[in-house]
């Protein structure tokens, strides 16, 4: 079975600062790896993916991702994050099958003025 | 522009009631997903259906049952509501063999009192 850590349950940083939320999966077959993101009140909405080709991934809003096989790692990373970027953010692999998705649980972002 | 919408934004029912979740999309997708979010676990599957009148079982059944008799309707529901199932609901749809995103529905806040 599959499982994603999203290592941190809370990241405060400040206005203009870089942040990186973390996130291990562990799983024995080839995976699509995808961070979402929600806004207050709202349903979850795709950040970026990641199926096959570059490890490294563009996403909306200035974030990419890193996918890393070796370590099963998919960190996500932005270098200069604003106050609108306070957020929910999830960590999530398919499996494939039927696109299920298991979600990580969650990592808060707060940006401080 | 994609959409998926939930019945209800905000719902509040009583122990022992019958609660009915309904989730709407227009993209013709053929998999749909209910999911339950609660703090600090992440969203967590109840079930999902990759064609109409068919069903699977997620990670966490116990206590809900679904319906899909129109491939653009899914819908959870709660045969007998307890405190322990009041969480935040989330569907989700997915097309092109599930290998990509899933959209999301704004969520229903459920309150059983």
């Known amino acids: 079975a599959q499982s994603v850590t999203q290592l941190d349950s809370q990241v405060p940083v400040f206005e203009e600062a870089p942040v990186e939320l973390r996130c291990n999966y562990s799983?024995?077959?080839?995976?699509?790896l995808f961070w979402y993101v929600q806004y207050p009140n709202q349903g979850l909405q795709l950040l970026l993916k990641y199926l096959s080709g570059s490890t490294l991934v563009k996403g909306i809003n200035g974030f990419e991702a890193e996918f890393n096989k070796s370590q099963t790692s998919f960190h996500l990373r932005k270098p200069s994050v604003h106050i609108s970027d306070t957020a929910e953010y999830f960590c999530?692999?398919?499996?494939?099958?039927?696109?299920?998705?298991?979600f990580g649980q969650g990592t808060i972002l707060t940006v401080h003025p | 522009d994609v959409k998926v919408t939930q019945s209800s934004r905000y719902l509040v029912k009583r122990t022992g009631e019958k609660v009915f979740l309904e989730c709407v999309q227009d993209m013709d997708h053929e998999n749909m997903f209910w999911y339950r979010q609660d703090p600090g676990l992440g969203l967590r599957l109840i079930y999902f259906?990759?064609?109409?009148?068919?069903?699977e079982k997620g990670d966490i059944p116990e206590g809900y049952s679904v319906s899909r008799e129109k491939k653009e309707r899914f819908s959870l529901i709660l045969e007998s509501a307890s405190t322990n199932q009041t969480s935040m609901y989330l569907c989700?749809?997915?097309?092109?063999?599930?290998?990509?995103?899933?959209?999301f529905g704004p969520g229903t806040r459920l309150t059983v009192t």
């Open positions: 999530a692999v398919s499996e494939g099958s039927y696109g299920k998705l298991t």
């Open positions: 259906s990759y064609d109409v009148k068919m069903k």
């Open positions: 799983s024995s077959v080839s995976v699509y």
């Open positions: 989700a749809s997915s097309g092109d063999r599930g290998i990509y995103e899933q959209y």
